[in-house]
């Protein structure tokens, strides 16, 4: 009877012990069902700021598995759930890029951050930046890596150097437009004042060959007419404005051009006064 009673008292010990161990791992089981739903709590807050920060942004481990990714990098890799464990290099990608895994590993080496514009098979433009991913004490644990849909800027940009390009070509053109009718003027100019000289000499010689006094000074008058039209010509050439042109600097040689025009002509003294209008 006394070991009877002595086992029951072990055994009621025994449950107690059991109850006590019991309100242990209840407490204990709370206290994780607490963390799993922190944790849950935070990880849907981290997807939520993933997806409205809209950059696709990519995270690998330090063996450059997948460890974690953002909706927006499906539009860049072709990733899915699954993929979640598997090389990073193995994934299909639209990306111009072939050094990409030989510059993630050099980010890992080297801890700098790596930062490219590459170009899609389709045209698009991304803005790359590898970086180191680094935890809460310090350590790396992997990459990070971001991809920034740069492809409005980078038509703009190319649409600015084909329009600079274009301004360029069309600046040479009319430079080289000018200097041709810099050329054409300067003949033109050439051949009309040559022209006008062979006229005004012409008139000269046919007036000296003439007795008859009104026809010589019918010849003169248009020697000089034509002569007067020459040295005009040839001052609104020189002008900066075909317009006007400066009295004061036109009339001392269209007069000593008239005056050279009749004989003897070094006896004449002439006295010249003008503003300068």
């Known amino acids: 009877n006394e070991e009877l009673q002595s086992t029951n008292e072990e055994l009621t010990t025994s449950k107690e012990e059991m109850q006590s161990l019991n309100e242990e791992l209840q407490s204990v089981n709370i206290e994780l069902q607490t963390k799993i739903d922190d944790y849950i709590h935070i990880n849907n807050d981290l997807k939520n700021l993933f997806d409205s920060t809209d950059v696709a942004t990519l995270f690998l481990d330090k063996n450059l598995n997948i460890r974690r990714y953002t909706k927006k990098v499906t539009s860049v890799l072709k990733l899915i759930q699954l993929d979640i464990g598997r090389s990073f290099t193995d994934i299909v990608s639209d990306l111009d890029y072939p050094d990409i895994s030989s510059d993630a590993q050099e980010v890992l080496s080297t801890l700098i951050l790596v930062e ?62 000018l200097q041709e009718k810099d050329l054409i003027l300067r003949e033109a100019h050439h051949r009309i ?24 000074t019918v010849l003169l008058d248009a020697a000089s007419r034509v002569q007067s039209m020459t040295i005009l010509y040839d001052k609104l050439y020189q002008s900066e404005s075909n317009s006007e042109i400066n009295i004061k600097e036109y009339f001392p040689s269209f007069i000593n051009e008239i005056v050279s025009i009749f004989p003897q002509f070094a006896s004449v003294k002439i006295n010249v006064v003008l503003d300068d209008i």
């Open 116 to 177: 490219k514009n590459i170009r899609t098979h389709d045209g698009r433009w991304f803005g790359i930046r590898i970086m180191p991913y680094r935890t809460v004490d310090d350590r790396i644990d992997g990459l990070v890596l971001t991809f920034s849909d740069i492809t409005q800027a980078k038509n703009l940009e190319f649409e600015l150097r084909k329009t600079n390009e274009d301004l360029i070509k069309s600046e040479n053109k009319s430079h080289n437009l």
């Open 193 to 216: 004042k040559n022209n006008m000289t062979t006229i005004f000499s012409l008139l000269s010689l046919q007036s000296d060959k003439q007795e008859n006094i009104a026809t010589k």
